[in-house]
Each structure stands twice: as C-alpha cells, then as structure tokens.
C-alpha cells in the first residue's frame, strides 16, 4: 500500500469548514484512499473513501486531485465534536482481507 | 442496533496470566480482525479471520491466539508469552461485496493492564 504524509495537526474555528490535506503520491490505479478519525480513547470510526471521483456522504467530502496524487477531506461545518486524529489510508481494493495501515494522522481541534 | 461489541471496556490481569478478549459482530460482516494500539501510535494487526475456521497470523501475531467457531464472534486470547501486553485493542469487521473486502469498522476497544 502507498504511504500517505499529512500534517501532525491543524486547528479550526467551530462552524467553519475543516479541510484536511493529505499526500499519497505513490498511490497506484486500484489503491482506494480512506479516511478514518479517532476520538480519545475510542476505536477509529469510518468516515469516507474513494478511488478516483470526489465522493460526499452525510459526515464529509472527499476531493480527489486528477492525478490522484492528493486529497482533501472536507468537514463543512466542524464542531466541538470533530476534535479527533484523523487518518488517511490509502489500500487495494482486493480479494483478500488484509490490514489498515494507520499513520500518525493529522491531530485537528476545533475550538470556540 | 448493528455493530460491533468488545468487551470488557477495562480489563486488569496479573502478569503471566491468560486473557480472552471478546468480540461481537452482528453486521453479518464476513471478515474479522483484531488490532493492538500503543500510547502514540498507529493500528498494528494481530490476527485476522475471512471465514469461519480460518484465520491468518498478521504483523505481531506472537504471544496472541485466535478462534473463529461462529461468524459473529473472534475471540482473542493474550497469553503469557506476549511479552508486552498492556495496550489498546481494538476489532474490526468488513463485509465482502463481488469478491472484494470493504471499509473495516471498529468496536470500541478494551484497554488492557497487565500488573
């Protein structure tokens, strides 16, 4: 699976929108980006992926480069409740089950 | 409500006891696995099953076994021989859609100390 690099942390004002860069330039045609969060103390939490097309769903937007070699995950409102570390994955949609390599992610807070 | 169940939250042993951790999943999910998390640090993969009766070793998989008689269950067992077994862990589910594994969701952890 290609590596991913993303800030160690990033702050934003509650109610603005939090973008959260992430670099995968190594990422090859069937690799999928992922992107998870965790709150302190809680096991990681699922918010979206995508392997080429910019996706939305109800928690964030995912925009993808056209070169796929970046992508920025949207949270357009952000709340106190957002505050958590949040990681981008990048793996191979594949037949076998295999691992979620978690990095070091981006710490965001969101304050007052 | 669907999910994943880990149980206990908390978990205390005394060194050179064994331990099972529970895991429950009743998303139908036909992959399982369980993750260790340090103090600071990133998922590492212990065991992971894709079927009833089978399962392969993951990264660390020492001093950790492993058993998966129902699909909704993987229980883990922390032996003696794992060396350094307080930590964070953590078990995962994914479904399996035309042949390919999807996204893993996570349950909620057991924090493990060993006295």
């Known amino acids: 699976d290609a590596k991913t690099t993303q800030p160690p942390s990033m702050d934003c004002a509650e109610g603005r929108a939090a973008n959260l860069p992430c670099n995968h330039s190594?990422?090859?045609?069937?690799?999928?980006v992922y992107w998870y969060r965790q709150i302190h103390s809680q096991g990681p939490q699922y918010i979206i992926h995508?392997?080429?097309n910019n996706e939305t769903n109800e928690m964030a937007s995912l925009i993808i480069t056209e070169d796929r070699k970046s992508s920025t995950l949207i949270l357009p409102h952000a709340t106190l409740r957002d505050t958590a570390v949040y990681y981008c994955?990048?793996?191979?949609?594949?037949?076998?089950?295999?691992?979620?390599?978690f990095g070091t992610g981006t710490r965001l807070q969101v304050t007052l | 409500d669907g999910g994943i169940t880990q149980s206990p939250k908390y978990l205390f042993r005394k060194e050179g006891q064994n331990v099972t951790l529970s895991c429950e999943q009743n998303?139908?999910?036909?992959?399982m696995y369980w993750y260790r998390q340090d103090p600071g640090q990133g998922l590492r993969l212990i065991y992971y099953?894709?079927?009833?009766?089978?399962?392969q070793k993951g990264d660390i998989a020492e001093g950790y076994s492993v058993s998966r008689e129902k699909k909704e269950s993987f229980p883990l067992t922390v032996t003696s021989a794992q060396k350094n077994p307080t930590a964070f862990y953590l078990c995962?589910?994914?479904?399996?859609?035309?042949?390919?594994?999807?996204?893993?969701?996570f349950g909620p952890g057991t924090r493990l100390t060993v006295l």
């Open positions: 995962a589910s994914s479904s399996r859609t035309s042949g390919t594994y999807n996204e893993q969701f």
């Open positions: 190594t990422i090859s045609g069937n690799e999928y």
């Open positions: 995508g392997l080429k």
């Open positions: 994955i990048v793996r191979a949609g594949t037949g076998t089950a295999s691992k979620l390599t």
């Open positions: 998303l139908n999910h036909d992959a």
């Open positions: 099953s894709q079927i009833v009766n089978d399962f």
